[in-house]
């Protein structure tokens, strides 16, 4: 009899427990983008767009675009995919395992800024369409947001839309008032059509994840900070104001309820329902031992209690709080017409008073060059 | 023993039923989300999008390819039309290489159409020129005279523009993507032929990711 009841009980813990990839241990060495290229190599499947997206903002930020290039389209290539019948997307709505068994592809505002990125690499190489569709595919990833007046309300993006749209001969103008519209940091000037040099600034660091409720299973995001607000590159006697269009933290929080956290719900009311139900049949079955001579009734309900309270304990509702932490708190953007020829600028990045962030302020050189090819500098206050 | 055994399987078996009653996706529509399909039956893996595939790019350049050889200005032309290639123009959300729709009805055409038609090598110019400097100056053979002007004109040019409605709610993606396709005549810039495309594709990702 006790050996059955073990095996029993072993059995439930056999069939409660999950198996999680591990990584086998993170490197950090100081040199961010070779560490994250290292932990790319040892994270789990799972996890490998998390890094890719890492990676991909690093080698933009060092400048190393083809590298960018390729680890943006290393996570689009599954990001931006329909994921059905997934294995561990399987998981992840299983009792038994928390949701970061899924597969990383990132939340919205995540998947946004992969395709930001992508659509900047692609002007800079001179693929204007390309670089627009990107704009509108990130602009799209939003466009499920619980409360529709927080749908695909990216400036930066409708903005940029119309701007390739007009440079391309189209009719952007629909985009430009679209912008207007949602924009609550600085309305966006009209375009100027003969700009050659685009600037894309970044400012601050991102919105960051973390879970709260008794079981992690409420996915909750902490502000990103910023000192900056405003970059202003000056050359010469010229300044060309990129100011922020879009605050990643409101987007992120603006997103309302996920279906997943439906689910996750389910979890924590199952875990709850379980634990009870186990309460109360060891507490009836020890009742029943003191009160009655009925041993049998009473080991089997204390093993039950017991089952239940195992089942309870390995349900896993935690939310995901897997995290693209290098992402910023601000993205803006700048245009301007320069003759071809090299030159000089200081980036100056300002808070919100207008006052110059000294510590931030960098020097850039930029090539325009004679065959009227755009230049694009990607500006960051970042290097990570 | 026996009814230990029996009671102690009879409970166990009621927290089984428990445990399927109280499962955690209950309440989800599609949890594990529907495959993406589309209008046209193909074969796809489960890594899929609603965007431009390799499907798409097959389907859309034979169909071109087919339309142009029956318009009379190529079935009836006494000597094969000259074709340059132009850049199509992305309209849609979905990045693509603009080269292989191009590419690959150039390619249809040249295996099916048996010289009925001639392209341009316009992409191979900086080559073909310097090739041509290389001859004028004697520095290579030649089999004519390199002075006279032998690169041909075009008659027509082939291009095309992709157009997108795009629509992502919490029912799922749909993606409709007009292809059109144009001859235009170099000499008058008349549109000689037009033809069009259209694929829809719809799908529904797993529920973990809504």
Not at chain 1, 138 to 143: G, H
Not at chain 2, 50 to 64: F, N, R, Y
């Amino acid at each position: 009899m006790k050996a059955s009841f073990i095996s029993s009980l072993l059995f439930v813990v056999l069939v409660c427990s999950c198996t999680t990839a591990k990584y086998q241990s993170l490197v950090y060495t100081g040199d961010p983008y070779n560490d994250a290229l290292e932990n790319l190599k040892r994270a789990p499947q799972k996890d490998k767009v998390l890094w890719e997206y890492k990676l991909s903002v690093i080698a933009l930020r060092k400048g190393l675009i083809e590298e960018s290039k390729q680890h943006l389209d290393n996570a689009l290539s599954l990001a931006g995919s329909i994921i059905t019948n997934d294995k561990n997307a399987r998981k992840a709505r299983s009792l038994f395992s928390g949701e970061s068994a899924k597969t990383f592809i990132g939340e919205p505002y995540e998947r946004v800024m992969a395709y930001y990125y992508r659509g900047i690499i692609y002007w800079m190489q001179g693929e204007l369409d390309n670089a627009r569709a990107c704009f509108r595919n990130a602009q799209i990833q939003d466009a499920d947001a619980e409360n529709k007046s927080y749908a695909s309300d990216y400036v930066l993006l409708d903005y940029l839309d119309g701007f390739i749209t007009t440079k391309l001969n189209g009719d952007g103008s629909m985009y430009y008032k679209r912008a207007l519209e949602s924009a609550r940091l600085t309305k966006p000037p009209p375009y100027l059509t003969n700009a050659n040099v685009m600037f894309f600034v970044e400012m601050g660091e991102g919105p960051k994840k973390f879970a709260t409720g008794e079981y992690g299973q409420e996915l909750r995001f902490s502000p990103g900070k910023s000192s900056a607000k405003k970059v202003l590159i000056k050359i010469g006697d010229k300044t060309i104001i990129a100011p922020a269009y879009d605050d990643l933290t409101y987007q992120a929080t603006t997103r309302g309820g996920r279906v997943m956290d439906h689910i996750i719900g389910n979890k924590v009311v199952f875990k709850e329902s379980t634990d009870t139900l186990g309460n109360a049949a060891v507490i009836g079955g020890a009742a029943v031992a003191l009160t009655s001579k009925n041993n049998d009734v009473a080991l089997g309900l204390i093993a039950a209690g017991l089952a239940s309270k195992i089942i309870a304990s390995a349900t896993n509702p935690s939310a995901d709080i897997r995290c693209w932490d290098n992402l910023p708190q601000y993205i803006g953007f700048g245009a301007a017409y320069l003759p071809p020829g090299q030159y000089s600028a200081s980036v100056e990045f300002q808070n919100d008073s207008g006052e110059t962030v000294k510590k931030l302020s960098q020097p850039i050189q930029i090539l325009v060059p004679a065959d009227g090819k755009d230049v694009v500098v990607f500006v960051s206050d970042s290097k990570n | 023993m026996k009814t230990l055994f029996t009671k102690f399987i009879q409970i166990s078996a009621l927290f089984v039923i428990l445990l399927f009653a109280g499962c955690a996706i209950s309440g989800v529509k599609n949890p594990s989300g529907v495959p993406v399909t589309e209008m046209k039956p193909d074969e796809r893996g489960f890594v899929a999008g609603t965007g431009i595939e390799s499907q798409d790019i097959v389907a859309v350049t034979d169909k071109m390819a087919r339309s142009i050889l029956g318009i009379p200005e190529i079935a009836n032309a006494k000597n094969p039309p000259m074709i340059v290639l132009e850049p199509i123009e992305n309209n849609t959300r979905f990045v693509i290489n603009k080269d292989m729709f191009l590419t690959r009805i150039r390619a249809e055409l040249n295996s099916k159409a048996r010289g009925k038609v001639r392209f341009l090598a316009r992409n191979n110019m900086a080559a073909l020129e310097r090739e041509r400097a290389l001859k004028q100056s004697g520095q290579v053979t030649s089999s004519s005279d390199p002075n006279i002007v032998e690169f041909k004109g075009a008659d027509y040019f082939l291009t095309g523009k992709f157009e997108g409605q795009h629509t992502r709610t919490s029912a799922g993606v749909s993606d409709y993507i007009l292809y059109t396709f144009q001859l235009i005549n170099a000499r008058t810039s008349e549109i000689v032929w037009e033809d069009s495309a259209e694929i829809k594709k719809q799908g529904l990702e797993d529920a973990v990711y809504r």
